[in-house]
């Protein structure tokens, strides 16, 4: 059973306009929430992350947004780059709860092509 | 900052062999690494959690015996996948975290590991 789900496997954006990743997930004790992009033949990369007590983090181009009632999180790129191409991670786990249940949860990704 | 290196970046050798794998998290400690392993168009699956100083915690399924994890330092883990088969090619990859105050912290990804078993 799929815990973190990411149900677009692949996605194609303008170069300029926005992408929108979404992510939805079903273990109510997750509280932290993490987005990583990975290039072919590299490990992934952290991009953002949001704790469960915040509905929104923002850092340059890149907003995730949570909403907590809905288990649905996603990840805003505006403006998308070509260079922004890559696959794309949720990734969630239960840190208060400490032990395996901290462990991170993920996604089977999304593929982002940006064209110019 | 927060740079995981792995070693090697490929691997291929003859079935039978034994195969080692180095995570080094380059500039700040790490009292956990995690060791995960993904198959094409799949996530990432957590094979075992790694402490340091302690016996590492497998997921279910992951064989520790065939798995062995060794978590000497705060900067480095190591997997050793004994006596490989074809069937344990795949892409290895560690991560590490930081040892710090604040409970949410994210892991931090080295390069991975292809490894092929001929």
């Known amino acids: 059973d799929q815990q973190v789900k990411q149900n677009s496997p692949s996605l194609s954006v303008q170069e300029g306009r926005i992408s929108i990743l979404n992510c939805d997930y079903t273990n109510s004790m997750f509280d932290y929430f993490l987005w990583y992009k990975k290039y072919p033949a590299e490990g992934p990369t952290f991009l953002i992350s949001i704790s469960s007590i915040k509905d929104k983090n923002e850092d340059g181009r890149f907003t995730v947004f949570l909403n907590k009632s809905a288990k649905h999180l996603s990840l805003h790129i505006v403006p998308s780059q070509p260079g922004d191409s890559a696959v794309y991670f949720c990734a969630a786990s239960a840190q208060r709860y400490g032990g395996s249940q901290g462990n991170l949860i993920f996604g089977k990704g999304t593929k982002l092509s940006v064209k110019p | ?118």
């Not at chain 2, 050798?13 to 799949?42: H, N």
């Not at chain 2, 520790?64 to 994890?69: A, T």
């Not at chain 2, 480095?76 to 991560?95: G, K, M, N, Q, R």
Request: charged share 20%; glycine share 6%; with cysteine.
């Open chain 2, 1 to 118: 900052g927060a740079v995981v290196s792995q070693h090697p970046s490929w691997v291929i050798c003859k079935s039978g062999t034994s195969v080692k794998i180095e995570c080094r998290s380059l500039d700040f400690q790490a009292t956990t690494m995690f060791w995960y392993r993904q198959f094409p168009k799949q996530s990432l699956m957590l094979m075992a959690t790694s402490n340091e100083g302690s016996k590492a915690t497998y997921e279910q399924g992951v064989e520790k015996d065939k798995f062995l994890i060794n978590h000497a330092s705060l900067t480095l883990s190591t997997l050793t996948v004994t006596s490989a088969h074809p069937e344990d090619s795949s892409f290895y990859i560690c991560s590490a975290r930081e040892r710090t105050a604040y409970s949410n912290q994210p892991q931090h990804f080295g390069d991975g590991t292809r490894l092929s078993i001929l």
